[in-house]
């Protein structure tokens, strides 16, 4: 029998019978702290377990992982993902994906490990039958981040929509005795319950889950329902096996799903796992879905410099949560065959310190700390400081990196590529050719929210905002960052302001234009010019010719503007988070303030006896207490009553939110305030909205 700590499920390779692994007893027995301080902390030991696991079985094996696995290890591994599992035994690495079907017979290999996220059993049957077709391997062990359909799995999803561990086993064991074996085949199939991705100690992603955004209208899809059972799944096994008492509170229907989920998952636990020897630590989960504030991720407010960087700086290939860092100008470029293998930089591999430094800190500021750093290299090796200019600027920092290829201290700089890689985000995000237009689209969102404070009703911004689509090429505007703007706006009024009929019908007007315009700029020159979200809608839509290219402009300019109200609706059932534009007193002018800091600051710092109206409250660890419960009465807790708050935004957060919590946790001094954490789908930028909002 195989024997992984990482599994909550395994199969029995004699019995095929399903059994529970005491995980927690093993991380106890390994010198586990008796009282957990830090929640992301013993999540991260919980994952690092996982890991490990894997990397004990990958030896003298082949891996196949798929995309979202591999973005969970990437962070684990600070970028090194590959190396991480070269290192650990592995013959070969090969991408495990729905439309890759060119599997290559790995020559000396008996084996082979696959590490998969997907929800689709069909997946599963298809892809790796397609490995095995190719090779004959003797060992074959397959990690899942999905459950067995036969343990607690609370899904109202028919049989064959769900993973059976014992038909998989079978299946894949008739598979290999195919190949004609000379020994019987060892199979497993092993269940890893949550794979996620550390930021930094305050902050994670689950990129199993990336794609997750709640719908704008009253029903949920059943492949959305589909998901959040699986992570609502995988919350309760990674919370239950490090000991956690969780309070759930939600806002936003698909988060009072998930609430209802992860509570069913504590009440009805088959193998409940709770050890009196080591002492629960409590958590105040918020859930929040993302569609209630869709204006703060279509934001380009740069206080955070993260935010600079995700929008400057092009995402890492096959990544949601990691851009791609131009290491060229420090090390030189890679010419010949080894561009093939000329590997960018990451957010991943630097420092979890400089992250925080990019959340926090002002551009001004990096600037000096990447100016110093520059030194510092240059010191290592006896070398004349470089000269420290009057105004350091990113072309100044630039200029300085092209010299130090002439002062032969490449070793140094090698040595120091965490360095390097912070240095040239830095250089890159700021010298981008895409500052002047988030400085012009920043303007317009100011200028949006003064017209909407000062004229109400009468606001002309729509107006102001269609003149603005149909010159947007001589602004060095595109539409894609005009309609996340237009999300902004609609987001911003809410219900607090009904537009005119004649300015929307003019602002419709103006997106069929610009649509059928982005036709004909890429029909004349389709190999130079990159593909908009809406050239791709009119491509996957056959669309080939200017007539019909014209009438179907005007259907997506219609669905976009139903789109826009639907999203000023998103916060009409609210009662105290209603509104984004807010005025504190008579004589302040009305600000922007978003919907995580309302809540934030409501749970940490207001009166606890005032009222939560708008966050359901679920409390699993009451509702397990049974009887006693029903003899004292269901007591209304509130949020602050337990030592951690971790806030996860369904459809993923900004820098922007990130730098408010992490703000707030490095405040908390020594006073009683919990410590508080954010999560969410992955990390956003204002097209990352546009795209999953209006496109999908």
């Not at 890689?421 to 237009?437: D, G, H, L, N, R």
Request: hydrophobic content about 40%.
């Amino acid at each position: 029998m195989h024997t992984d700590t990482a599994c909550m499920v395994q199969i029995d390779a004699d019995a095929g019978n399903k059994k529970p692994v005491d995980l927690k007893n093993y991380l106890r027995k390994a010198g586990r702290e008796k009282k957990m301080t830090n929640i992301i902390f013993e999540m991260k030991k919980y994952n690092s377990k996982c890991w490990e696991a894997i990397f004990t079985e990958v030896r003298d094996a082949v891996v196949y992982i798929d995309q979202y696995a591999t973005e969970c290890l990437h962070w684990y591994a600070g970028g090194k993902g590959y190396m991480a599992l070269k290192n650990a035994g592995a013959i070969a690495v090969h991408e495990l994906g729905m439309y890759h079907f060119r599997y290559p017979e790995v020559k000396g290999a008996k084996k082979a490990v696959i590490v998969s996220t997907a929800g689709n059993p069909a997946f599963y049957q298809r892809t790796i039958k397609m490995i095995l077709a190719k090779n004959a391997f003797n060992g074959c062990t397959v990690y899942c981040s999905i459950p067995c359909c036969t343990t607690n799995y609370h899904g109202n999803h028919s049989a064959q929509d769900k993973l059976n561990y014992i038909k998989l086993k079978r299946d894949i064991e008739l598979w290999m005795i195919s190949k004609n074996l000379s020994q019987d085949p060892s199979v497993n199939v092993i269940h890893v319950p949550f794979l996620i991705a550390p930021l930094n100690d305050y902050l994670f992603v689950t990129p199993p889950f990336g794609d997750l955004m709640p719908p704008l209208d009253s029903s949920i899809p059943e492949d959305l329902s589909a998901e959040i059972y699986l992570i609502a799944n995988s919350f309760y096994k990674l919370f239950d096996n490090i000991n956690i008492k969780l309070d759930v509170y939600s806002i936003g229907k698909l988060s009072d799903l998930f609430a209802e989920i992860l509570e069913n998952c504590f009440t009805n636990s088959t193998y409940p796992n709770h050890s009196s020897e080591v002492e629960e630590t409590g958590v105040s989960l918020i859930l929040i879905d993302r569609t209630l504030d869709l204006c703060t991720p279509t934001s380009n407010n740069m206080e955070s410099f993260l935010t600079k960087i995700l929008g400057a700086l092009p995402r890492l290939p096959q990544h949601n949560n990691d851009v791609a860092i131009n290491t060229s100008p420090a090390f030189g470029l890679v010419e010949g065959i080894l561009q093939t293998y000329d590997v960018p930089g990451c957010l991943a591999s630097i420092e979890k310190a400089t992250i925080d430094l990019f959340i926090l800190e002002s551009e001004k500021k990096l600037l000096t700390a990447a100016n110093q750093m520059l030194n510092d290299i240059t010191s290592m090796k006896d070398s004349t400081k470089l000269r420290t200019p009057m105004r350091i600027s990113g072309h100044s920092l630039e200029r300085a990196v092209s010299k130090l290829q002439n002062m032969n201290i490449i070793d140094s700089m090698i040595v120091h590529t965490e360095k390097v890689q912070s240095i040239m985000a830095i250089v890159e995000a700021s010298t981008s050719q895409k500052t002047s237009q988030f400085e012009l689209l920043t303007s317009l969102e100011k200028l949006a929210l003064q017209n909407l404070s000062a004229s109400r009703e009468s606001s002309s911004i729509l107006a102001q905002l269609s003149n603005v689509i149909r010159t947007r090429l001589h602004r060095g505007l595109n539409i894609e960052n005009l309609l996340a703007l237009l999300i902004h706006v609609y987001a911003l009024t809410g219900t607090q302001i009904r537009f005119s009929t004649q300015q929307e019908q003019q602002l419709e007007q103006s997106i069929a234009d610009a649509i059928f315009e982005d036709f004909e700029i890429f029909e004349k020159n389709p190999s130079t010019n990159k593909i908009s979200a809406s050239q791709r809608s009119l491509l996957l839509l056959g669309i080939n010719n200017a007539a019909a290219a014209r009438e179907t402009s005007y259907k997506i300019a219609a669905r976009i503007l139903r789109t826009l109200r639907l999203i000023a609706k998103q916060r009409s059932l609210l009662q105290d988070y209603r509104d984004l534009m807010i005025k504190s007193t008579s004589k302040e002018t009305i600000q922007y303030v978003s919907i995580l800091e309302q809540i934030a600051k409501d749970i940490l710092f207001a009166d606890k006896t005032r009222e939560l109206r708008d966050l359901r409250q679920r409390t699993p660890s009451l509702i397990s207490a049974g009887f006693n419960l029903l003899l004292r009465g269901k007591a209304k807790r509130h949020p602050r009553d337990n030592s951690n708050i971790l806030l996860f935004i369904i459809g993923g957060f900004t820098a922007e939110e990130a730098k408010l919590i992490q703000e707030i946790a490095l405040n908390r001094g020594q006073n009683k305030t919990p410590r508080i954490m954010l999560a969410g789908s992955r990390l956003l930028n204002p097209l990352d909205i546009m795209d999953k909002i209006l496109f999908h």
